[in-house]
């Protein structure tokens, strides 16, 4: 568990608490691949989107350095939201099995 006290690594556009509240390390860094995959593959996005996809990957890359690798998420939602939903997904479909 990260200290309350600790002070978060500064994001551009992601909210550090939330992720770390909702998913686990392998997720955090799951999610952060698939945003950089999508800014870099998906040709019909436009440049803003793009860049805001690249940014919300680094800033993910970044939380996944911070909490380390035993990370694990602080309050699992029932459903999990979309976002963990989504995190998990890509998890499955690498075959890393969180």
């Keep these: ?4 006290e600790l002070p978060l690594p500064v994001m551009r556009g ?4 939330r992720m770390l509240d909702i998913l686990d390390h392998v997720e955090i860094v799951a999610l952060s691949e698939m ?3 999508w800014s870099l593959f998906q040709e019909e996005l436009s440049q803003e ?3 805001q996809l690249a940014s919300d990957a680094l800033d993910l890359a970044t939380i996944a350095g911070f ?3 035993d990370w694990k998420a602080a309050a699992r939602e029932d459903p ?14 690498r075959g890393w099995g969180a």
Excluded at 1 to 4: C, L, N, P, R, V
Excluded at 80 to 93: F, G, R, S, W
């Design 80 to 93: 999990p939201c979309a976002i963990a939903y989504l995190a998990a997904t890509e998890v499955t479909a």
């Design 14 to 17: 992601i909210d550090a608490r």
């Design 1 to 4: 568990m990260i200290d309350s």
């Design 35 to 37: 945003f950089l995959r």
């Design 49 to 51: 989107k793009r860049s």
């Design 67 to 69: 909490c380390g690798p």
